[in-house]
C-alpha cells in the first residue's frame, strides 16, 4: 500500500510503503468500540457516592408509637421512604475498569489506524521538527488544512516540535507509545511521522 510524504510546507518528498496487515484491514466497528469502551471504562474516576441509611444524620429515636396510628410502623426517619432519608442501593466509589485482552487491544489499534487510512484521512510527513516557534508551525497547519489533527511520532517527541504545538487549538501530538484508538477516532486527521510509521508497524507486527 503507497502513500505519498510530504514535509510540513505540503511538498512532496516521495513515498512511502505501508503495511497492509496493519494499514490495509476492513475496519470493524464493533471491535472499535470494545477497545474504546475499555479505554473510557479506565478513565473513568468511579468517585460518585451517596448517603446509605446509616450514614445521614437523624435522630435514632422511634418516631411515632408503633400501634393506633393507622399508618405504616415506621421506627426510623432514616429510612429510604422518608425525604432526606438514606438512598437505597445507590452509587458507590468504585473502579469501572474491566480486562480487555491484549491482542484484542492490538488488533483495535490496527483497525483504528485501516479505518483513518480507508477513510482518507492518513497524512505521512517526512518529520515532525520545529524551531519552537508557534506561529511558523500554525501557518504550516493551516495552510495544510489540519483543523482536528493528531500527530504520532516515533519513540520521543520532538522539543521543538511538542513546544510549537502547545498553543494551537485541535492539534495534538503523541509518540508512538502513546497511540490509542479514541485519540485516534476522536480527530479529523491522523498524522503519522516516517519514524512514527516505522515504530507502530514494529509494535503491532
Known amino acids: 500500500m503507497k502513500i505519498d510524504v510530504i514535509n510540513l510546507d505540503a511538498g512532496n518528498v516521495g513515498t512511502l510503503d505501508l503495511d497492509e496487515a496493519i494499514f490495509g484491514l476492513d475496519p470493524r466497528a464493533d471491535i472499535l468500540h470494545r477497545v474504546v469502551r475499555w479505554q473510557r471504562a479506565r478513565a473513568q474516576q468511579g468517585t460518585h457516592k451517596v448517603k446509605t441509611k446509616s450514614e445521614v444524620s437523624y435522630s435514632t429515636k422511634k418516631i411515632y408509637r408503633q400501634k393506633g396510628t393507622g399508618g405504616a410502623r415506621h421506627g426510623s426517619r432514616k429510612a429510604p421512604t422518608f425525604r432526606k432519608g438514606g438512598v437505597y442501593k445507590g452509587p458507590t466509589p468504585r473502579s469501572h475498569e474491566h480486562d480487555l485482552p ?104
Open 102 to 205: 491484549k491482542k484484542f487491544r492490538k488488533l483495535g489499534l490496527m483497525h483504528a489506524l485501516s479505518a483513518k487510512a480507508k477513510a482518507g484521512e492518513l497524512v505521512i510527513i517526512e518529520s515532525a521538527e520545529s524551531a519552537g516557534k508557534t506561529a511558523v508551525l500554525a501557518k504550516q497547519v493551516k495552510n495544510l488544512g489540519w483543523k482536528r489533527a493528531l500527530i504520532i511520532d516515533g519513540a520521543a517527541v520532538n522539543e521543538g516540535f511538542a513546544l510549537a504545538a502547545k498553543n494551537i487549538e485541535g492539534l495534538d501530538i503523541l509518540p508512538s507509545m502513546g497511540a490509542n484508538v479514541y485519540d485516534i477516532l476522536k480527530r479529523d486527521t491522523l498524522v503519522l511521522t516516517k519514524a512514527g510509521v516505522e515504530a507502530l508497524e514494529a509494535r503491532l507486527k
